[in-house]
């Protein structure tokens, strides 16, 4: 069974930048299409970002477009998420997510396997 950890999140200014990653600590993410959701605290766990198995495709939510990318790099089995231009809404937990959709849904049903999260903090 997979299991994915992320790392990257911490606490960043208004504007600021951060690269989260996503590593597959037993199995690998290669096979899989991979997202990335976030969660803030009193609000449901939302799509950010998400990319096919191998890299073609990808699907971003319409409030992170623009601001954030999504990459993989399969021959190190890890997943990132650069986010750029932070604002204070982007504050949240995030949370790496592989699944065996063709296409990268948003849809938290498209995935089975799910990180612990890193947190996202934004001053402003």
């Known amino acids: 069974q997979e299991q994915l950890v992320e790392s990257g999140g911490g606490l960043v200014q208004a504007g600021g930048s951060l690269r989260l990653s996503c590593a597959a600590s037993r199995g690998t993410v290669s096979n899989y299409t991979m997202a990335w959701f976030r969660q803030a605290p009193g609000k449901e766990r939302e799509f950010v970002a998400a990319i096919s198995w191998n890299g073609g495709s990808t699907n971003y939510a319409y409030s992170v477009k623009g601001r954030f990318t999504i990459s993989r790099d399969n021959a190190k089995n890890t997943v990132h998420l650069q986010i750029s231009a932070l604002k204070s809404e982007d504050t949240a937990a995030y949370y790496c997510?592989?699944?065996?959709?063709?296409?990268?849904?948003?849809?938290?049903?498209?995935?089975?396997?799910w990180g612990q999260g890193t947190q996202v903090t934004v001053s402003s």
């Open positions: 997510a592989g699944g065996r959709s063709v296409w990268p849904t948003p849809s938290r049903d498209g995935y089975d396997y």
